[in-house]
C-alpha cells in the first residue's frame, strides 16, 4: 500500500468533511474490496475516512413492508437476522453467499453497494427489489444507481446512509461462482413485487442489469418454464477466461431458472 | 513401545507447534539490522533492455542499494545451472541458455528479474523499485509449444535454434513399428497436460546474512534439499567454499517440488548480503509466487497404442512436446525425459514402446519438477489411451487391464524401457478398488442421476510410479550433476535420548514422526526421548533432501543403516558388561541378551556406559553414535489403482466428484495415518489439476493472465469429496524397511482417473485438462450441435 | 506520520504507534512477533491470517490495525488457556488435519468461529464454511473429520 491518512470519524457530518478537506480522499467501511486493492497498490488515495464509527448508519429495522439496513451493517448480520429471513428470506440468503465467513465479517452492505464490483451480489438484490438508496443528500431509486462499470449515481463525498427494500410477495436468488475467485459470474435476483415481476442479473455483464424480457414473461406465469426460450445477449456479456459471452448468456438463462425456484421455495 | 513403532498410527511429534502458531518459517525469522528486498520485475513477456535508470530509486528515503543485472556481472556470479544434464538423439548436450540471476541484456518472461532495490524497509523497497525506469525494445514473445516450434517462430534465446533445447528418444522404435506393423488394432489419441501453479501455502523467502568477522555466510530459505542449495550456490554460482556457508531450511510450509530449486531471489539476497556485510530479507508475494515458482506440467502429447484382437498390448508410441519455459530450471530437463518416458510402461507388459520428446524454450515461466514430475504425465497419456482402448474395443476398462498387467510371478519385471520394477500385485489393487467403488453397481447409479437430469461417469487409473531415483552410479550415466544417496546420524546422549540427523527435509512429511518411529522401533528408544534434526547444513553433515518420494525409502534406509551401526557397537559393549562373547549376544527391540540365558541388558544402559566408561572394553571408543549413508540399488515403484465418479450438471456443465477409491500400494507402511494424509493430499492436486487449476498466458502479450488465486483456482474444500483410502502391502526387497514411497501417488493417479470418469459421463475423448464448467458445457453444445445435425 | 493504536491482543492490552497502513497482521507479526498468524495471498482468498477480532472470524490481512482500534483480538497463539490446549486445536492433532502446518493458524481460528456458530456441523457445512481457507496439503479430508470432532468436544 501507499502511505495515507486515517480518520475515523463519529458523525455523517464529519466524515463529509474530512473527505472534503483531503487532497484525495476515499471513504472505507470493511474494506473487504478496498484493502486488496491498496495492497496491490492499484490507488493511492490521500486520506481514508472509516466510516463504520458512525453509529447511526448501522442496524437493521422492519416496518410497514419495508426492511431498512443500515449503510455500515454487515453482510454476516443480514445473513443471520431473524428479520430480514423473516421478510425476505431471499436477502438474508444472498447476504450468506457473499466471499466467505470472515469476509462476511467486516464487508458491508453499502459498501458493496457504493463499489458496484460488476461481480458483487447485492447489486443485483437493490436492483430486483427496487430498493431505495438513501444517502446524505438524497433518495436514489434503484433504477437510477447503478450506472455503469463501478459507477453510481453517487456524487463525491456523497454517503450512502442505509437502503430500504419492499418486502416482495417472493423472490429468490441463485448465484452461480467464478471457480476461482468465487465471486458471482452470474448471479440472477427475481422479485415478485408490487409492482410487478423484477430480474436483476449481475456478475454477468459490465453492470448489474434488469432482464425485461425475464420480467414479462415471468409476469405472465411466474414459474421456471416460462423463461424458457428466452436468450440473452452474449455481446453484452463479460468474456473472460473463466467464461465466455456465449456461457455467460447461457448461465444467465440457467441461473434465472434456479432463482425462479428458490422464489417458489 | 508396541503403539510406537513401525505400523502404528502415531500422532505427530511436530504439531504442536503448529497448532499454537510457535512453527517457526522463514519469514517468521528477522535478523538484526536486515534490509529488504524488492524485485522490478519485467512487465514484458520478452524485451529487450536498452537502459535501465536507477537514479530516481537511489535518492528515495530508505534506500540502501540498487542493483541491476551489470552490477551482478562486475563480480563475476555465475548463472542459475540446470543439474542434469540430458544428451539428444545426436548424443549432444541439452541447450542449457546463461540464466542471469538479474536480467542483463533480455527479459524473458513476465516477472523477469530486472534490478533489485534494498531497504530499510520493505515498503520503501517497493516504493523505490516503482521509481526504477526500464527502456524496453518489446519483442513478439512465444507461450506455447506448438508455436515455439514453427519455422520462424520468435527464438527466446540466440543460442537455442529453433527453440529447441533437446530432441531426445527413448526405446527401441525399430521393434515398436514391427508391434504396430501386426497390431489388430491401434488407438490414439492427443493429450494436453496443463501446466499448473505448484501454490505451496508458504510463498518463498530467504534471507541472506555475512559476517565478515569468521567469513561466514548463512542463508534462510525455504527449501526442500538445504544441502543441494548449499552445493549450487558454493560450487556454481558464487565459487565459495561448502564450509563457509551455512543453508538452513527452517520449518517450510510445503514445497511440493517447486521449493527443490536454486531460485534468483534467494541467490541474489546472498550476494547483497556479502556486499552490504548486512542481513538482506526477501519473502514473495502470491502473484510474485505465480509469476517466479517454477511451473509443473506443460505437455503436448500425441501417443499411438497398438493392440491384438484380443487387447493385448503391443506396442506403445509417443510424441510429446515439453514446454522448459524461458530458461532452464535446476532439474528441468530430467522431468519431460528420465522421469516420464521411463515409466511409459505402465502396470502393463507392453512389450516394445518408443518415446520421443522435444523439449522447447517459450516466454514463460520456467517449468521444473512439481509432485510427481514426469511421472504423472506419463501415467496421464497411458491411463487415458487403456481407458480410450477400452472404449473402442468395448471391453471393460478393467478387464483390459486385467490383461495386460505385469503378473504377480513376473517380479523383478523388466520393462522394454529401462525399468526393473521391484515387486507388485497389480489384479489384487484393481480387484480392491472395484469392491471398494463399487463398479458392478455403476450402471444403476448412472441410470438414477440420469433421472435426475445429471451425466455420471466412472474412471478408473491403474498408474505406476518410481520413487527414490538411483542408484548414483546409473543417474550420473545419465546426466544428473549429483549423487542421489541420503545420509543420516543417530547419536546418543548419556541418559539415553536420541538425536537423529536426517539429510531429508520434511515441509509437511512428518518426518519428525516417521523416523522416530524406525528408530524406536529399531532401538527400543521412547518417541519422546528421540529428536529429529533436519533442515540446517550445519547440524547435519550431509543430505540430498526431500523430493520424488525419496525421503523413507532412501532417508529412511540410511537411518536403519546407522541403527544396525549403533546395535554393532551396543553389541560389543554389551558383551563387556555381560562377561560373554560377542558372537553370544543377541539383539531385539532394544534388550542385549546373552543367548541361551537370561542375562539383558537394555539399550539405555548401553549408552550410559558408553558415555561414561569405566567398566569398558579395552579396545573400543567411547561414545555411541554412528553415521551412514545409503545409495539404493535400484527404483521403488510404488503402484494402485484409483476409481473417480462423476456427475455432471449438463446445464451448467459442473462436475461434482462424487466418490473417490484409491488403492495403493507403497511397500511396508510405517505410520498408516500420515501416509493416508498424503494419499489424500496427492488427489486433491490430481482433482485440482483435471478440474478447476491452469495456468494460461495470453497467446499474443504473454501476459500471465492466472496470476492471483482470483484467477487461479485453488482446489477448496467444497470442491472435493472424502477419499475411501484402501492399502495393500507388497514389501520393496531391495530396501531394509521394506518401503516404496507415498508423497505422490495421489497427484499421478488422480488426473486420469478424473478425466476418465469425465469422458466417460460425456461420451468422448475430446476435452482437456482442467475440465472447467465452462470447457464441459461447450463439449455438451457441441455434442448436442452434431446430435441435432443428424 | 504515525498514529498510535491500542488492540487488546489475547488478553494484553498492547499500544504501538504505527503508519496508518499498517494491516492487523503486520501488526501482530512485525510490532508484537506473533508469527503463528501467517500471510499466503495477496488477494484475501488463502485465509492463513484468520484472526478473531471481538469474537469472530477476519482476515487479518484485510483490515487495517487502526480499524481494530480498541477491540479485542484473539490470535492462534492466545486460543490455547492455561497450557491447555484449545478442543478444536486437540482435533486437529488427533485427526491429522496439517501436514505443513502454513495454513493451520488461520483454519483452526476459522474453525472455531464455524464451530461457535454450528455447534453440530454437518459434513457439508464444514466444506461450504471453509470456503474461505486453503489448504494445499491435506485435501481437506481429515480437516473435515477434525473440524466436526472440534465442534463436537466444544459442544462438551
Known amino acids: ?265 | 513401545m508396541t503403539n510406537q513403532g513401525i505400523g502404528q498410527s502415531v500422532r505427530r511429534k511436530e504439531d504442536f507447534r503448529f497448532i499454537t502458531g510457535q512453527g517457526h518459517y522463514t519469514d517468521d525469522i528477522n535478523r538484526p539490522g536486515q534490509l529488504y528486498a524488492y524485485f522490478h520485475r519485467s512487465p514484458h513477456a520478452f524485451a529487450k533492455i536498452k537502459s535501465i535508470n536507477t537514479d530516481a530509486a537511489r535518492k528515495m528515503p530508505g534506500v540502501v542499494a540498487v542493483y541491476t543485472g551489470k552490477d551482478v556481472a562486475v563480480d563475476k556470479v555465475g548463472g542459475l545451472i540446470c543439474g542434469w544434464t540430458v544428451k539428444d538423439k545426436k548424443g549432444e548436450p541439452h541447450k542449457a541458455p546463461r540464466h542471469d540471476i538479474i536480467a542483463i541484456d533480455h527479459v524473458r518472461h513476465v516477472g523477469d528479474q530486472v534490478a533489485v532495490v534494498i531497504a530499510r524497509s520493505l515498503g520503501e523497497a517497493r516504493d523505490a523499485a516503482e521509481a526504477i525506469e526500464v527502456d524496453y525494445d518489446v519483442l513478439t514473445p512465444v507461450v506455447d509449444v506448438v508455436t515455439a516450434l514453427q519455422p520462424g517462430a520468435p527464438e527466446v534465446h540466440a543460442d537455442a535454434p529453433g527453440n529447441l533445447c533437446y530432441d531426445w528418444d527413448f526405446g527401441d522404435k525399430a521393434a515398436t513399428e514391427a508391434a504396430f506393423a501386426k497390431a489388430a488394432h491401434v488407438t490414439k489419441i492427443d493429450l494436453v497436460n496443463n501446466r499448473l501453479s505448484p501454490n505451496p501455502m508458504e510463498p518463498r523467502s530467504a534471507i541472506g546474512e555475512y559476517e565478515p568477522g569468521t567469513d561466514q555466510t548463512t542463508v534462510y530459505t525455504t527449501s526442500q534439499n538445504p544441502h543441494v542449495i548449499r552445493l549450487i550456490l558454493c560450487a556454481f554460482v558464487f565459487g565459495l567454499p561448502e564450509h563457509k556457508v551455512r543453508v538452513i531450511a527452517p520449518d517450510v510450509g510445503g514445497g511440493f517440488g517447486s521449493k527443490i530449486f536454486n531460485y534468483a531471489e534467494e541467490t541474489v539476497c546472498v550476494w547483497a548480503a556479502r556486499k552490504l556485510k548486512k542481513p538482506v530479507k526477501w519473502t514473495s508475494d502470491r502473484t510474485e509466487a505465480f509469476l517466479t515458482d517454477a511451473h509443473g506440467r506443460d505437455h503436448v502429447t500425441h501417443a499411438e497404442l497398438a493392440m491384438d484382437k484380443d487387447g493385448k498390448f503391443l506396442g506403445f508410441r509417443v510424441e510429446t512436446k515439453a514446454n522448459m519455459g524461458a530458461y532452464l530450471s535446476t532439474f528441468a530437463s530430467a522431468v519431460p525425459t528420465y522421469l516420464y518416458a521411463l515409466l511409459l510402461a505402465g502396470q502393463y507388459t507392453t512389450p516394445a514402446i518408443y518415446a520421443e520428446v522435444k523439449a522447447v524454450f517459450t516466454n514463460t515461466t520456467p517449468v521444473d519438477a512439481y509432485r510427481g514430475a514426469g511421472r504423472p504425465e506419463a501415467t496421464y497419456v497411458v491411463e487415458r489411451i487403456v481407458e480410450a482402448a477400452a472404449r473402442e474395443l468395448k471391453i471393460d476398462p478393467a478387464e483390459l487391464r486385467r490383461r495386460n498387467f505385469v503378473p504377480d510371478d513376473a517380479f523383478p519385471y523388466q520393462t522394454p524401457v529401462a525399468c526393473v520394477y521391484d515387486s507388485g500385485q497389480y489384479a489384487k489393487a484393481l480387484d480392491e478398488a472395484l469392491k471398494m467403488s463399487d463398479y458392478a453397481g455403476f450402471k444403476q447409479r448412472k441410470a438414477e442421476a440420469a433421472k435426475k437430469g445429471k451425466l455420471r461417469g466412472i474412471g478408473l487409473c491403474a498408474y505406476i510410479e518410481a520413487c527414490g531415483i538411483a542408484p548414483s552410479a546409473v543417474v550420473g550415466s545419465l546426466g544428473a550433476g549429483v549423487g542421489l544417496w541420503e545420509s543420516a546420524q543417530i547419536r546418543f546422549n548419556a541418559t539415553g535420548s536420541v538425536f537423529v540427523h536426517t539429510g531429508s527435509h520434511s515441509h509437511g512429511q512428518g518426518h519428525e514422526t516417521t523416523f522416530a518411529q524406525i528408530v524406536s522401533d529399531r532401538l527400543g528408544v521412547p518417541l519422546e526421548s528421540i529428536e529429529v534434526v533436519h533442515g540446517d547444513t550445519a547440524l547435519v553433515p550431509m543430505g540430498m533432501g526431500t523430493y520424488g518420494s525419496r525421503s523413507l525409502a532412501v532417508g529412511g534406509s540410511a537411518i536403519m543403516r546407522a541403527a544396525d551401526k549403533i546395535i554393532d557397537k551396543g553389541k560389543k559393549i554389551a558383551a563387556h558388561l555381560m562377561e560373554a562373547s560377542v558372537d553370544d549376544v543377541a539383539y531385539d527391540k532394544g534388550v542385549f541378551s546373552v543367548k541361551g540365558t537370561d542375562k539383558q541388558v537394555p539399550m539405555a544402559q548401553i549408552a550410559f556406559t558408553a558415555y561414561v566408561p569405566h567398566n569398558y572394553p579395552a579396545d573400543l571408543e567411547p561414545g555411541l553414535e554412528a553415521s551412514a549413508f545409503y545409495d539404493p540399488a535400484n527404483f521403488t515403484f510404488p503402484a494402485g489403482v484409483h476409481v473417480a465418479e462423476v456427475e455432471i450438471d449438463s446445464d451448467t456443465g459442473v462436475t461434482r466428484v462424487v466418490n473417490w477409491v484409491a488403492v495403493d500400494d507403497f511397500g511396508k507402511v510405517v505410520n498408516p495415518m500420515i501416509v493416508e494424509g498424503q494419499v489424500h493430499g496427492g488427489i486433491a492436486q490430481g482433482v485440482g489439476q483435471a478440474l478447476l487449476e491452469g495456468v494460461v498466458y495470453d497467446p499474443k502479450s504473454g501476459q500471465l493472465l492466472t496470476a492471483s488465486f482470483n484467477d487461479y483456482c485453488m482446489p477448496r474444500a467444497d470442491d472435493l469429496p472424502s477419499y475411501k483410502v484402501g492399502m495393500i502391502e507388497t514389501p520393496c526387497p531391495h530396501n531394509p524397511l521394506g518401503v516404496k514411497g507415498c508423497g505422490e501417488a495421489g497427484a499421478i493417479a488422480a488426473p486420469a482417473a478424473l478425466m476418465n470418469a469425465i469422458t466417460d459421463a460425456l461420451g468422448t475423448e475430446k476435452i482437456n485438462m482442467p475440465a472447467t464448467p465452462q470447457n464441459v458445457w461447450r463439449v455438451i453444445q457441441s455434442q448436442n450441435l452434431a446430435a441435432a445435425a443428424e | 506520520m504515525t498514529i498510535s493504536v491500542t488492540i487488546t491482543v489475547n488478553g494484553q492490552p498492547e499500544t504501538r504507534d504505527v503508519e496508518p497502513r499498517t494491516l492487523l497482521v503486520q501488526f501482530l507479526r512485525e510490532h508484537l512477533q506473533l508469527t503463528g498468524t501467517h500471510v499466503g495471498c495477496d488477494t484475501s482468498q488463502c485465509g492463513a491470517c484468520v484472526v478473531h477480532v471481538d469474537g469472530k472470524s477476519v482476515k487479518a490481512c484485510t483490515i487495517l490495525a487502526a480499524q481494530a482500534q480498541g477491540a479485542k483480538v484473539t490470535t492462534i497463539e492466545g486460543l490455547a488457556a492455561d497450557g491447555k490446549l484449545h478442543p478444536m486445536q486437540e482435533a486437529f492433532r488427533e485427526h491429522h488435519a496439517l501436514q505443513c502446518g502454513f495454513c493451520t493458524p488461520g483454519m483452526i481460528m476459522s474453525a472455531v468461529d464455524l464451530a461457535q456458530r454450528n455447534p453440530n456441523p454437518s459434513e457439508e457445512t464444514v466444506r461450504h464454511e471453509l470456503e474461505g481457507n486453503l489448504c494445499r496439503c491435506t485435501g481437506y479430508h481429515n480437516i473435515v473429520k477434525a473440524v466436526m470432532a472440534g465442534a463436537q468436544a466444544m459442544r462438551g
Do not use: W
Request: contains cysteine; hydrophobic residues 40%; glycine residues 10%.
Open chain 1, 1 to 265: 500500500m501507499y502511505a495515507f491518512n486515517y480518520h475515523r470519524p463519529k458523525s455523517l457530518a464529519d466524515a463529509g468533511k474530512l473527505l472534503g478537506d483531503a487532497s484525495d480522499g476515499k471513504f472505507i467501511a470493511g474494506g473487504q474490496t478496498l484493502l486488496p486493492t491498496l495492497k496491490n497498490r492499484f490507488a493511492s488515495p490521500s486520506d481514508l475516512v472509516d466510516l463504520t464509527g458512525i453509529t447511526e448508519l448501522s442496524g437493521i429495522s422492519v416496518s410497514g413492508g419495508t426492511v431498512s439496513i443500515g449503510a455500515i451493517t454487515k453482510h454476516g448480520v443480514v445473513a443471520t437476522s431473524a428479520d430480514v429471513k423473516k421478510a425476505i428470506p431471499a436477502l438474508a440468503h444472498l447476504a450468506g453467499l457473499i466471499g466467505d465467513p470472515a469476509v462476511r465479517n467486516m464487508g458491508t452492505m453499502g459498501g458493496s453497494v457504493a463499489n458496484n464490483d460488476p461481480a458483487a451480489d447485492y447489486p443485483s438484490a437493490v436492483l430486483g427489489l427496487n430498493a431505495t438508496v438513501h444517502t446524505t443528500k438524497r433518495k436514489i431509486a434503484a433504477d437510477s444507481f447503478f450506472t455503469g462499470l463501478f459507477e453510481t449515481a453517487l456524487e463525491e463525498s456523497e454517503i450512502i446512509t442505509k437502503i430500504e427494500f419492499p418486502v416482495p410477495k417472493r423472490a429468490g436468488y441463485e448465484k452461480f461462482r467464478n471457480p476461482a475467485s468465487r465471486y458471482a459470474m452470474v448471479g440472477v435476483f427475481v422479485a415478485e413485487t408490487a409492482d410487478g415481476v423484477r430480474v436483476a442479473v449481475t456478475g454477468a455483464g459490465p453492470c448489474v442489469f434488469r432482464h425485461k424480457e425475464m420480467e414479462a414473461a415471468l409476469a405472465k406465469s411466474f414459474s421456471p418454464d416460462a423463461l424458457k426460450g428466452i436468450k440473452t445477449d452474449p455481446g453484452k456479456m463479460n468474456n473472460d477466461i473463466h467464461g465466455s459471452g456465449e456461457y455467460r448468456a447461457h448461465l444467465v438463462g440457467v441461473v434465472a431458472k434456479r432463482a425462479v425456484q428458490n422464489a417458489l421455495g
